[in-house]
């Protein structure tokens, strides 16, 4: 059974290790997969229906997508033509805009800081409706890049006159800062957790120098990310939340295409290798 996996050409070449265990391990499991990058690829459509090419060739008679590159319309023109694609359209559309996932959770009733999105070209700096320090994110940004903490209008004014973007998103602080909780999930299921924090940044990022620590989930923080499950079918995802002043969880945000380095150097758990199982189950069931 023959499959893509699509990564961006500059994560391609951070993840040329991962990239080549989930070959290594498809193959294990009857999987052909090609690994190629979305610089390399075009799509379009034509009377005779939709098309993607790599290299100059159409792609033909592949059943699945491994889709790493954050795009959703990429995850889109796959399954329209009828490829089951991991992870889906849906979740990384959902997953990859932070105001279309704070959307989506707080319409389950997840507990979020206050958040609105905000944009330069109309509305005024005057109009931010909770007091500095605040963070202010893009909202495609991952991986704790193009986050920011403004701690009054001079610097917020600054960051927007030096970054153009036509919106950003803009967040309380929350009173206990420096610390969240990730939770790993693949095939829908919760396959570790973990702690991380920082004392120097109020970004918690393990890539960005934070620590990190086994994390044991609460039956009730469980069932946060079981909730969220119910209503969003995960293949392979990680779901972010602070921790407030309290210990109670926070949503932050649900991260596609996610890395698991940290997982691995703390508890062993090889998510290729789960990641693999679980894209054969779906095949075989489908």
């Not at 498809?26 to 009377?47: A, S, T, Y």
């Not at 950003?168 to 702690?195: M, P, T």
Request: glycine share 8%; aromatic share 12%.
């Amino acid at each position: 059974m023959k499959g893509l996996l699509i990564y961006k050409r500059e994560d391609y070449e951070k993840n040329i290790s991962y990239a080549k265990m989930l070959v290594d391990y498809g193959k294990e499991e009857g999987l052909e997969i090609q690994c190629v990058c979305f610089e390399d690829m075009q799509m379009g459509m034509d009377q005779a229906g939709l098309w993607v090419m790599v290299e100059e060739e159409r792609v033909q008679a592949i059943a699945f997508v491994i889709n790493r590159t954050r795009e959703s319309i990429l995850g889109k023109q796959f399954e329209q033509m009828g490829i089951r694609v991991f992870n889906s359209s849906e979740v990384t559309y959902i997953a990859n805009h932070k105001g279309y996932t704070h959307q989506f959770a707080s319409g389950l009733g997840m507990k979020a800081l206050q958040t609105m999105m905000f944009y330069p070209r109309f509305m005024d700096t005057t109009s931010v409706p909770f007091d500095y320090p605040f963070v202010v994110k893009s909202p495609e940004g991952h991986g704790g890049n193009e986050v920011f903490k403004v701690e009054n209008r001079l610097q917020f004014e600054e960051l927007l006159g030096c970054c153009d973007k036509e919106e950003w998103l803009i967040q309380e602080l929350c009173k206990h800062v420096g610390e969240d909780v990730r939770v790993f999930v693949i095939g829908n299921e919760i396959v570790g957790a973990i702690r991380r924090y920082s004392k120097v940044d109020f970004r918690a990022n393990y890539c960005l120098g934070g620590q990190i620590e086994s994390y044991t989930l609460k039956v009730e923080q469980e069932e946060l990310v079981r909730n969220l499950l119910r209503h969003l079918k995960c293949d392979y995802v990680g779901v972010d939340f602070i921790i407030d002043e309290k210990g109670e969880f926070i949503f932050n945000e649900l991260e596609d295409a996610v890395g698991s380095r940290s997982l691995y150097t703390l508890q062993k758990v090889d998510t290729a290798k789960l990641y693999i199982l679980h894209i054969a189950k779906a095949l075989q069931m489908s």
